[in-house]
């Protein structure tokens, strides 16, 4: 197609520059080819529990809040000291991913202070440890006099 095109009349066509090419240089005989660079990924976003999280919908999350999907698994905390807390909470959400659940209960209790237990306080801060926040797609209270509870919705294994 481009060979057809012929210059107005007085005019001529430009030449066309040399065509350069770069070839880089050799590597060593003993080198190893360059790594791709791999992708890195971004962490996910920070849990709330009771917030509604990017990448949820509205009807799955409108159940987890309201407490119409039922948790598959239950795990109660109470009367663990917080290391102990801790430890379970992150042994039961990697069992619970590994069988494949997608919903389960975590019961730390209200407390008696008017901010909560220390077990309620330091949950979302477990929730949100990097070796724990690729695992939870949502949390929530089941409903809104109950804030003893949280039920997580987890993500599904890769």
């Known amino acids: 197609m481009a060979r057809s095109i012929r210059p107005l009349p007085g005019r001529e066509m430009p030449e066309a520059p040399p065509s350069v090419t770069v070839t880089p240089p050799p590597r060593p005989a003993g080198e190893p080819p360059p790594a791709a660079v791999p992708k890195r990924?971004?962490?996910?976003?920070?849990?709330?529990?009771?917030?509604?999280?990017?990448?949820?919908?509205?009807?799955?999350?409108?159940?987890?809040?309201?407490?119409?999907?039922?948790?598959?698994?239950?795990?109660?905390?109470?009367?663990?000291?917080?290391?102990?807390?801790?430890?379970?909470?992150?042994?039961?959400?990697?069992?619970?991913?590994?069988?494949?659940?997608?919903?389960?209960?975590?019961?730390?209790?209200?407390?008696?202070?008017?901010?909560?237990?220390?077990l309620r306080r330091e949950l979302p801060h477990w929730l949100n440890a990097p070796a724990l926040r690729p695992i939870i797609l949502g949390a929530a209270h089941p409903h809104r006099s109950n804030a003893g509870s949280v039920h997580l919705l987890l993500r599904r294994p890769r």
């Open 41 to 118: 990924r971004l962490p996910p976003p920070e849990i709330a529990v009771g917030a509604q999280p990017s990448g949820l919908d509205a009807r799955r999350w409108r159940d987890l809040r309201r407490g119409t999907m039922r948790p598959e698994r239950k795990l109660d905390l109470h009367g663990m000291t917080a290391a102990k807390a801790h430890q379970e909470v992150e042994r039961f959400l990697r069992s619970a991913q590994a069988e494949g659940l997608r919903v389960v209960c975590i019961v730390t209790g209200k407390g008696s202070s008017a901010e909560g237990g220390v």
